[in-house]
């Protein structure tokens, strides 16, 4: 590759892009309410944020000095990401309250991106997140699911315009943060009606001597507070 092709690859992935019309981050924002309200499309929809949820286990394992054995993503949009090291201390319970934090974090930090105007970067770190977490899926399920997750981010950011990338990145921004906020709810619910025994809140409340409940209000506060800044960058108030 020639160096002018090489400059214009970097000014298109690291330059900025148009901001886009406030109309299309309102409707981008109820494209994605809509994919997490209904249970029907939340089921579908779900799997998503699984990705998300895992992975963050996943990295968090390996930023601390743990061994990552594999990453499983189930039909159910449940998941299982297996590491190895110590099974006490901070970097176990880093790592299993990554869970529950990571969607919101994410969609946190494609915020601060878009309102910065970088769409074809959020793009492209998504799409090289995902290709990174496929190397450690272990079922065909979940590496179906990252595929296809990451073909639709290659594919919207290398094919098509800035019109469709805006729309496509804030719907995913505005999906991670507020698909972020609601399995803290289901945990809560399973929880209260005597499941969900070894969620990532009863784990930590292990690791740490402390009610789960506190795990609980930190996964609520972390998904809500992720939205409530998230949002605001999104809208630009």
Request: one cysteine or more; a positive charge; charged letters at 10%.
């Amino acid at each position: 590759m020639d160096p002018a092709s090489l400059g214009d690859l970097w000014d298109r992935v690291f330059g900025s892009q148009p901001a886009p019309d406030q109309w299309l981050v309102i409707v981008t924002a109820a494209v994605a309410l809509v994919a997490v309200v209904p249970h029907a499309l939340w089921r579908l929809s779900r799997n998503a944020i699984t990705i998300a949820h895992e992975g963050g286990h996943g990295l968090i394992a390996l930023v601390t000095g743990r061994r990552l054995d594999g990453i499983r993503l189930h039909s159910d949009t449940s998941g299982l990401t297996v590491s190895r090291g110590r099974p006490t201390g901070i970097g176990m319970i880093l790592t299993a309250a990554a869970g529950y934090t990571a969607p919101p974090l994410l969609g946190l930090g494609g915020a601060w991106l878009l309102s910065a105007h970088r769409i074809t970067l959020l793009l492209w770190l998504a799409t090289a997140l995902l290709l990174a977490m496929l190397v450690m899926i272990r079922n065909a399920y979940g590496a179906l699911t990252v595929v296809l997750t990451g073909a639709a981010f290659l594919l919207i950011s290398w094919l098509t315009g800035p019109e469709v990338q805006s729309a496509f990145a804030y719907t995913a921004v505005w999906f991670l943060l507020l698909g972020g906020v609601r399995p803290a709810f289901e945990l809560q619910s399973k929880r209260g009606r005597g499941g969900a025994g070894d969620s990532d809140a009863d784990q930590l409340g292990r690791l740490t001597h402390t009610p789960p409940l506190v795990w609980l209000l930190f996964f609520h506060a972390v998904s809500l507070c992720s939205l409530i800044g998230g949002g605001r960058w999104l809208l630009d108030v």
